[in-house]
């Protein structure tokens, strides 16, 4: 009983929430600390602009969570595909101009992982046989590798083990864990190979806490209905993406 009376965000809210951190994550990541990209060390940085930083790294996981839970509910995969890639493809102009400078041009933006997490998702649920379906997820995954997707084969990891155990709590937990466990291990701790400083330690606290935080927020507060505006809610949140982005090019420019 004291579960179900947690359960009382639905998707419009939540879609806000992340919506605002990853705002103000982002344009404090690309105006604040210049050259430096988001996932780096903001030792310059203050604190509490770090913290809203790190904060907008909820937003991928929660995004992960909603590509699960769209597929089940949604009446058409196809549309819902070409949804993601068309705003992907839109994205990946301003995404390209922030990020071409510090990293390199090539690679895209989280859109294209999400797109490819849903194709992840069409092959686990076609008629192929088992082994015709794995290798057409680990095509996908090598996909978003080639392309240096966001998160690349994180996100149809995450996607497809929400999807697989979505009745099962216990193993849907376990699996969620696993996956970023490996990506923390991964990206966070070779950091640590070239020395020990406390702004990695509070990156790396940081993310087991959006992670975590994300994971609660989908599965402990999150009631399963939509908000009062769902169309509005949906179309929002594909607009202000490349939006955002493109704020951030312009405020660059200006300020510089």
């Given at each position: 009983?004291e ?15 992340i919506?605002?951190?990853m ?49 089940k ?27 071409g ?5 090539w ?30 997820i ?5 996909v978003?590798?080639?392309?240096v ?6 996100g ?21 864990a696993?996956?970023w ?15 020990f ?15 975590a ?44």
């Amino acid at each position: 009983m004291e579960k179900s009376r947690l359960k009382v965000i639905n998707r419009d809210v939540i879609k806000y929430i992340i919506i605002f951190f990853m705002f103000w994550g982002h344009l404090f990541a690309w105006l604040s600390i210049d050259d430096t990209p988001p996932d780096g060390l903001f030792a310059d940085c203050p604190f509490w602009q770090r913290i809203f930083i790190r904060l907008s790294l909820m937003t991928p996981p929660v995004m992960f969570f909603f590509i699960a839970d769209g597929y089940k509910y949604t009446c058409s995969v196809k549309k819902y595909a070409q949804r993601l890639f068309i705003f992907a493809c839109i994205t990946q102009v301003p995404f390209t101009i922030l990020w071409g400078p510090i990293t390199g041009w090539w690679g895209a933006n989280i859109m294209f992982t999400l797109f490819f997490s849903l194709l992840a998702l069409c092959a686990w649920e076609s008629h192929f046989k088992l082994w015709q379906r794995i290798a057409l997820i680990v095509l996908i995954c090598g996909v978003t590798t080639a392309l240096v997707s966001e998160w690349f084969i994180f996100g149809p990891l995450i996607v497809l083990g929400l999807h697989i155990f979505r009745e099962k709590p216990k193993a849907r937990l376990i699996w969620y864990a696993s996956v970023w466990a490996v990506y923390i291990l991964v990206s966070e701790i070779p950091l640590y190979f070239e020395g020990f400083s406390l702004i990695k330690l509070e990156s790396t606290a940081m993310h087991i806490f959006d992670f975590a935080a994300a994971y609660a927020l989908m599965t402990v507060f999150y009631n399963g209905r939509k908000g009062r505006f769902p169309k509005f809610s949906k179309w929002f949140f594909y607009i202000f993406y490349p939006a955002h982005l493109w704020l951030a090019v312009i405020l660059r420019l200006v300020l510089k």
